[in-house]
Nanobody
């Protein structure tokens, strides 16, 4: 069973910083793309930042220059360094990852990568003005 567990959320004043962590545990063969999403009050869930297994990143325009996504592959952990936080960054932040619990396999002539998408339970970030 694969689990994603976020940590590092909390309350901070505008202009402050927080560092979120997401640790993947369980039966894991490989982790492909990982990402952070957030859902603010009354809003839809949106992509914040994403990082491939090779380290290629992309960010939402609203966080470019302020947030940095990174990952430690041997530790199966992803991070989000959030600087210059604004009240509009207030949201529940979710970790997401494409994970293969087992190596790819053939079933007859069909090739199965065996990659599944997982979500963490979320961590609250509150930024006050």
């Amino acid at each position: 069973q694969v689990q994603l567990v976020e940590s590092g959320g909390g309350s901070v004043q505008a202009g402050g910083s927080l560092r979120l962590s997401c640790a993947a545990s369980g039966t894991i063969f490989s982790i492909n793309t990982m990402g952070w999403y957030r859902q603010g009050p009354g809003k839809q869930r949106e992509l914040v930042a994403r990082i491939t297994s090779e380290g290629t990143t992309n960010y939402a325009d609203s966080v470019k220059g302020r947030f940095t996504i990174s990952r430690d592959n041997p530790k199966n952990t992803m991070y989000l360094q959030m600087n210059s936080l604004k009240p509009e960054d207030t949201a529940v932040y979710y970790c997401n990852a494409d994970i293969a619990p087992t190596p790819p396999y053939y079933s007859g002539s069909d090739f199965h990568e065996g990659v599944y998408n997982y979500w963490g339970q979320g961590t609250q970030v509150t930024v006050s003005s």
